[in-house]
Nanobody, 121 residues
Framework: QVQLVESGGGLVQTGGSLRLSCVASGSIFSITTMGWYRQAPGKQRELVASITSAGRTMYADSVKGQFTISRDNAKNTVYLQMNSLKPEDTAVYYC???????????????WGQGTQVTVSS
């Protein structure tokens, strides 16, 4: 069993900051890419940022220079620092991780339950 648990969401005013955290736990042999997705009401889920185990990052154009993704491999944790938040950043944010539960298993995508981020104008 593998679990991803997000925290750090909430209500913030325009221009404010939030830091999301996601901890992976359970039967984990190895984690490769970890990432954050978001889904706004009536819209499809979209990739916000990702980071490899080596620390290589990728960002959606809409958040470049505004969000920073990082991870602590020893803690199986990924973070998303969100600055200068805007109402259009309002969404449920989901953590994703590609995990192997043993040396013989395939990589499997796991998801967290989501954390709500609401930016008021």
């Amino acid at each position: 069993q593998v679990q991803l648990v997000e925290s750090g969401g909430g209500l913030v005013q325009t221009g404010g900051s939030l830091r999301l955290s996601c901890v992976a736990s359970g039967s984990i042999f190895s984690i490769t890419t970890m990432g954050w997705y978001r889904q706004a009401p009536g819209k499809q889920r979209e990739l916000v940022a990702s980071i490899t185990s080596a620390g290589r990052t990728m960002y959606a154009d809409s958040v470049k220079g505004q969000f920073t993704i990082s991870r602590d491999n020893a803690k199986n944790t990924v973070y998303l620092q969100m600055n200068s938040l805007k109402p259009e950043d309002t969404a449920v944010y989901y953590c994703n991780a590609q995990i192997r539960t043993s040396a013989a298993s395939y990589w499997t995508a796991y998801w967290g339950q989501g954390t709500q981020v609401t930016v008021s104008s």
